[in-house]
């Protein structure tokens, strides 16, 4: 069975080497693609609901609700449940300083003075009031003059056409210690659709070497016809910078200030976003800082806080239809990759690099830039038939298996089903002999038979004698003696006697 299997992987190999198509290529280096369908805008706002009670005159109850931005970045989605990674700090604040601001709003409306908005604590020129100013102000103690309460709004917006312009809210399931860790949210409210949604894959660790090409994916506003993804290159200094530091970035031919460059993106919006590496296009950190130095934390970070949160990254059925299709796209393969995209459309319709490069695929199928148009129209004459390769393996396969099934067969039959040799008639026994009749014209028959120190013989035939007197017999066993023998050549009787 062994050589068996070795026959058959051998075909196996041979035929899959022979029809091999040309489109099985490695995937594109540095390719974004492979992400952009997976980042998505996140907002973040605090509502606050902020009762002033008014003890200077006649009691008064005054309500009022704000609604206080709190972050916005870009996320991941990490799993087709719609999991995205972001920064903390684009989620999550303090509620004090929200409980502050809210205070100062409201105190300033309703007792008509001037009083900063912002998340500081301030003071008035009436000492009635600041009293009452300083007892609004968290945290909540039985004399307050504030009751406060703040929940935090997520919203999600994704890379979808047409755009999602409510979005879909989302939870924080788990947050960093710092502002510039990562945080995990979850959906909620809403399902996200039948199979889910487009994943961005996570890479096993950061480049090392220094200088090492990578792209930053994000958005500076919701996505929509007039805002697009926004991809900047960057490139990685030297290892280092573990956890929240983050690992700088730097030109290596010194031509551009990349951390003032990605910083602005990150004021702007780009925080928390993706950073891709040149390699594979896999997710390999996210975008931290901002100002003139922005920087990046690794993967490591972002697999550790999902772990913490229990959720597993994977990919689903949206990837790999759309990882097939980009892979024959970007090797020009456009009459093949075109089906390809449009079966992502069919599993995720909103997906905007799919219906962009299903655009271009079917502009370009069957073109002069077609790769499998050009195979197609090489010249039979010129290009080598594979069917006699094909049939040749085929043809020796099947000899080969033959051949050492029936040798495998025989060397496993048991001994004891082998036919055993036809056996050979026994002697008849020597009362069995049936002389024959003498014959009575002519002279004495002489039965010849063997001496007793040879045993017994089978019984001759009859030996016939004549009249010639030169001619003389053994009287033993009859058989004829030469002249001049002494004793018989065939018995050994004396001829004497």
């Known amino acids: 069975m062994g050589r068996l299997a070795a026959l058959a992987g051998g075909l196996a190999v041979t035929t899959a080497l022979l029809i091999m198509p040309a489109t099985a290529h490695e995937h594109p280096s540095g390719i974004t693609d492979l992400v952009t369908p997976a980042v998505v805008r996140v907002e973040a706002v605090s509502h606050v609901e902020i009762t002033l009670l008014d003890h200077l005159g006649e009691l008064k109850h005054v309500e009022r ?8 970045g870009t996320g991941t989605v990490v799993n087709p449940e719609g999991a995205i990674v972001t920064l903390t700090r684009v989620v999550k604040t303090d509620n004090e300083d929200v409980a502050i601001l809210a205070a100062n709003r409201i105190f300033a409306a309703h007792h008509k ?12 020129k ?26 935090t709004d997520i919203t999600i917006f994704p890379n979808v056409s047409p755009a999602d312009s409510d979005g879909f809210k989302a939870e924080l399931v788990r947050a960093g210690s710092r502002p510039d860790s990562p945080a995990v949210l979850m959906p909620s409210g809403r399902a996200v659709g039948s199979v889910g949604m487009p994943t961005a894959p996570l890479a096993d660790k950061v480049p090392d070497q220094v200088g090492s090409p990578t792209s930053v994916a994000g958005f500076l506003g919701r996505p929509g016809p007039d ?17 929240d530091k983050g690992r700088p970035f730097a030109d290596p031919e010194g031509k551009t200030d990349e951390p003032a460059k990605l910083g602005g993106l990150a004021d702007r919006g780009m925080v928390g976003a993706p950073v891709i590496g040149d390699k594979d296009g896999h997710v390999i950190g996210m975008l931290i800082g901002g100002g003139k130095n922005a920087k990046m934390i690794g993967v490591r970070e972002i697999t550790a806080i999902l772990t913490k949160a229990g959720i597993a990254p994977r990919r689903g059925a949206i990837d790999s239809a759309f990882e097939g ?31 962009e490069l299903l655009k271009i695929s079917l502009a370009k199928r069957g073109g002069p830039e077609d790769e499998g148009t050009k195979q197609a129209a090489v010249p039979v004459a010129a290009a080598t038939p594979l069917w006699p390769f094909i049939v040749a ?19 496993r039959e048991p001994a004891d089903q082998l ?79």
């Open 65 to 72: 609700s704000y609604d206080i931005p709190l972050g916005q």
């Open 113 to 124: 003075v001037k009083i900063p908005q912002d998340a500081k604590r301030h003071k008035v």
């Open 126 to 151: 009436d000492p009635r009031l600041n009293h009452h100013l300083e007892e609004c102000y968290p945290p909540k103690r039985s004399t307050a003059t504030c009751i406060i309460d703040v929940t």
């Open 227 to 243: 805002v697009r993804d926004t991809v900047e290159i960057a490139h990685l200094t030297k290892g280092g910078g573990a956890g």
């Open 325 to 355: 299709a980009l892979t024959r796209y970007h090797t020009k393969y456009y009459t093949e990759a075109a089906p390809g995209f449009q079966r992502v459309l069919e599993l995720y319709p909103g997906n905007t690099v799919a219906a």
């Open 393 to 411: 393996a085929g043809v020796l396969f099947v000899a080969a298996a033959t051949g050492a099934f029936v040798l495998w067969r025989r060397r």
């Open 419 to 497: 036919e055993p040799p036809e056996p050979l008639p026994p002697p008849p026994p020597p009362s069995a002999v049936i002389a024959e009749p003498l014959d009575e014209g002519a002279s004495q028959t002489v039965v010849v038979r063997r001496s007793v120190a040879f045993g017994a013989i089978p019984q001759q035939k009859q030996v016939l004698t004549t009249k010639d007197p030169s001619i003389k017999y053994c009287t033993a066993c009859g058989m004829k003696l030469g002249l001049g023998h002494r004793f018989c050549g065939y018995c050994g009787h004396p001829s004497e006697t």
